[in-house]
């Protein structure tokens, strides 16, 4: 069976553009979390999706934004890119909305700013 | 909010055991959990606590004191592959997220 899926892998950004990442869930998953990675520190979250509504969102700015497709997929958007912004995204799915759920993370795209 | 704290790096010897600490604060706990993330690569599931005790699988086991807001994985007989970085997460009742600690690196040497 597939686990999470997201693309792109790699991404390379200048500053002030946009950028959508994509993640599809293990299939029969209904919730999708989304989270930031800069090196050396833990995931960050950014938020959480469950039958197509937002659950849960992280403190991150409006320039941030997301949401879930009728097939549990994803879409990350990330508007007027900083520098800041150059991390690991990671999607992670879990089988329902409880809280004790564990979370299957995908690979990650790399969003690289310059 | 929460505070989660991990040391940030350890050291043990192939074959040995080692134990990994996270402690944490918060105000509705909700369940423990462990990954395991090699470098450049996505964090793996490894085991869920939410009673007081110790869970085991495998050569991995993890203990929760709700009341000491106190965890711990415990890895033994150790191999090369388990050098990576371990993650201590937390949930709370209502927070459709997972809190994570910055992991600690462990070093496994022949």
């Known amino acids: 069976d597939a686990g999470v899926t997201q693309s792109p892998t790699h991404l390379i950004k200048t500053r002030g553009q946009h950028v959508t990442l994509r993640c599809s869930p293990i299939?029969?998953?209904?919730?999708v979390s989304w989270y930031q990675q800069v090196l050396g520190q833990g995931p960050q979250f950014i938020f959480q999706?469950?039958?197509?509504?937002?659950?849960g969102r992280g403190n991150f700015p409006d320039r941030f934004s997301a949401r879930q497709f009728p097939n549990y997929s994803s879409e990350l958007n990330v508007n007027a890119l900083l520098l800041g912004d150059s991390a690991l995204y990671l999607c992670?799915?879990?089988?329902?909305?409880?809280?004790?759920?564990?979370?299957?993370f995908g690979d990650g795209t790399r969003l690289s700013i310059l | 909010g929460q505070n989660i704290d991990q040391p940030t790096e350890m050291t043990a010897t192939e074959g040995a055991i080692v134990q990994i600490n996270c402690t944490y604060q918060t105000s509705g706990f909700n369940g423990l959990f462990w990954y395991q993330q090699h470098a450049g690569e996505a964090p793996t599931f490894l085991s869920y606590n939410v009673l007081d005790g110790l869970e085991e699988k495998g050569r991995f086991s993890s203990f929760l004191s709700r009341s000491k807001g106190y965890s711990y994985l415990l890895l033994k007989e150790l191999q090369m592959k388990d050098s990576a970085s371990y993650l201590c997460a937390v949930r709370e009742w209502g927070e459709g997220k997972s809190t994570f600690g910055d992991g600690t690196t462990l070093t496994v040497k022949p």
């Open positions: 992670a799915s879990s089988l329902g909305g409880e809280d004790n759920q564990p979370q299957h």
């Open positions: 299939s029969g998953h209904k919730s």
């Open positions: 999706y469950y039958e197509k509504e937002e659950r």
